[in-house]
């Protein structure tokens, strides 16, 4: 994943500037390695994300990992509409057992344009 990120600044980085739209340069130049590589080590210290890890234990497994997902969107902006996508998927398949899934979604509301909205999720399991 990093190293996906690295490559495309990198490429974003290395064309002819007058190619490049001013806000995005800006919003690339912001983005700070170190701060994703600590994303990481926070995500990793919660030992694990499986999808059948503990969802209610404060420091640990799947459960820990979506709330400070939710909590870091929410210090982003306060524009932003970040709450929890969930579900209950049944016993099936590779799914061993009944679990309860979080998805974390934020919404950031268009401003100039009231009928549009930029989505935001990730992927953490």
């Not at 800006?26 to 694990?48: C, D, P, Q, Y």
Request: charged share 25%; glycine share 6%; aromatic share 6%.
């Amino acid at each position: 994943m990093l190293i996906r990120l690295v490559t495309y600044f990198s490429l974003l980085i290395a064309l002819p500037a007058q190619t490049i739209n001013p806000r995005v340069e800006k919003v690339v130049g912001e983005v700070s390695l170190e701060r994703i590589a600590a994303t990481m080590r926070t995500l990793e210290n919660f030992g694990t994300r499986n999808l059948f890890s503990a969802q209610d234990h404060p420091t640990r497994g799947i459960g820990a990992a979506a709330r400070w997902i939710r909590d870091e969107m929410k210090s982003y902006s306060s524009r932003l509409e970040v709450r929890f996508d969930e579900h209950e998927i049944k016993k099936s398949g590779r799914v061993v057992r009944d679990v309860h899934l979080m998805n974390v979604i934020a919404v950031l509301p268009g401003t100039t344009q009231k009928d549009r909205q930029i989505v935001i999720s990730g992927h953490y399991d």
